[in-house]
């Protein structure tokens, strides 16, 4: 099934802010350009991003559950609600990823044996394997989405996203809490 292309995709990048220029003159075009080629980026990383996971058997989200665990070190555990927190989920929603999970013998959810009221959701070894599975086939996409690239290209590239990414961080340090802004 084809995907439904969104209202800036029925452009060019060079189309759309020529488009914007047009209706806004105060605009700046090298903003725009960054802004918007970044947009589109995201948007279409994230799709390969799901359709790989799909490959897979996950969703995109529970890929997330996965590394959010692996981010945690070892052992590889969070309560769920630390999840939830993590991901930016509402705790039912994080209830249906990580009872999926469990189904599918990627995590297990046991009751905390010193505190009986705290339950632990834990990585297991076929989730590790299916994270590590999902990281080698990005790794492969990603490599192949830079390789016009030069290292030192690269590099710089890296530094001034990190950068602009820290501007918005400062700017937005709530930006985490998305589920709050649409409640």
């Known amino acids: 099934m084809a995907e439904t292309p969104g209202p800036d995709d029925l452009l060019t990048l060079e189309e759309q802010i020529a488009a914007y220029q047009r209706e ?6 090298q903003v725009e350009q960054v802004v918007n080629a970044l947009s589109r980026l995201t948007r279409r990383m994230n799709v390969a991003y ?28 969070l309560g769920p609600g630390e999840l939830a927190k993590r991901l930016g989920l509402t705790p039912a929603a994080m209830t249906h990823r990580i009872d999926r999970l469990v189904n599918e013998g ?30 080698r086939r990005a790794s492969v996409f990603e490599e192949d989405l ?31 809490g998305r589920l709050n802004d649409l409640g």
């Open 106 to 135: 990627l995590v297990t959810r046991e009751r905390d044996a010193n505190n009986r009221v705290r339950v632990i959701v834990e990585l297991t070894t076929g989730g590790r394997e299916k994270w590590l599975e999902a990281m």
């Open 24 to 29: 806004f003159q105060d605009l700046d075009p």
């Open 50 to 77: 799901s359709r790989q996971s799909s490959t897979l058997g996950i969703s995109n989200v529970e890929f997330e559950v996965l590394k959010a665990l692996v981010l945690s070190g070892s052992p590889y555990q």
């Open 146 to 176: 830079l390789q016009d690239l030069s290292s030192e290209e690269r590099g710089a590239l890296g530094e001034m996203l990190a950068r602009v990414l820290r501007r918005v961080e400062e700017a937005q340090p709530d930006a985490d």
